[in-house]
């Protein structure tokens, strides 16, 4: 049964003068690499008078470059998509023979091309102590991730945290809570340090209702639901890039679309850019809305 939705996801920034805008990079639109069907995407940027230049940053992220020639009193940055949610099945990958077993090794050429990814950042005596709790018995790699996965998950639980930046996996782990984003970035620095390429990922997160109540266990949402997100990607020989998604300790589904996947969080924010100083008030928007949906065969 093929279901599609609308997302529609508004930011908006009012100034309470006319400022001066740096050039705004918008990370935005899906990742060549999502895996979810994206039938139709728009991005509208007000004020009209803006000049906006798509391109792909080094990680291969699209990234929409906006510069403002005239001071301006209002931001509004929209986008607009329509998406298949076509059930993914996340274990639906091939593993190279060598690859089959955590533990192994990458291939020489291939680390290098992942250097970015293996870079270890974080080193405080927390981290230490989680990560001497790890069985690095050599495991099938799935088993060994949906393990790790899921022990951070009921290690870590999840705060909505309105401060801007993400925490450091000391701060995470001392506080045992973190926002999705500081869960991603603890999860990415414990991959690292276990010897396995990971990335830090932005995206969105859509979560439809189940048709039926579940007889066993959690149902889901209890309505449609949209946001922006943070998860983690591996790199694993043969399948590729893997989502996790320490928030929830499961893998990535047809529900999460990333928008930009990059070795530290800072490269992968939604907007970047600054003004003059001024007094904002911030709006923000998301809504998903189903606009087809095949009837069921029982």
Known sequence: MAIRVALHHQTSYRFDRPVGVS??????????????????????IEPARHFINWMQDPFGNFQARLVFPDKIRELAITVDLVAEMTVINPFDFFVEDYAEKYGFDYEPTLRRELTPYLEVQENGPLLRDWLAGVNREPVRIVDFLVALNRQLNRDIAYIIRLEPGVQTCEETLEKRSGSCRDS???LVQILRRLGLAAR??????????????????PSGPEADFTDLHAWAEIFVPGA????LDPTSGLFAGEGHIPLACTPTPPSAAPVTGYTDQCET??????????????????
């Open 240 to 243: 590729g890039w893997l989502g």
């Open 184 to 186: 991603a970035w603890l």
């Open 23 to 44: 050039p705004h990079v918008v990370r935005l639109r899906p990742a060549p690499h999502a895996r979810t069907p994206i039938h139709a995407y728009s991005l509208e």
């Open 200 to 217: 830090f990922v932005s995206g969105y997160l859509i979560q439809l209702t189940a048709d039926v109540r579940a007889l066993d266990g």
């Open 281 to 298: 008030t911030f709006d923000f928007a998301m809504k998903v809305t189903r606009i087809h949906e095949d009837p069921r065969v029982t």
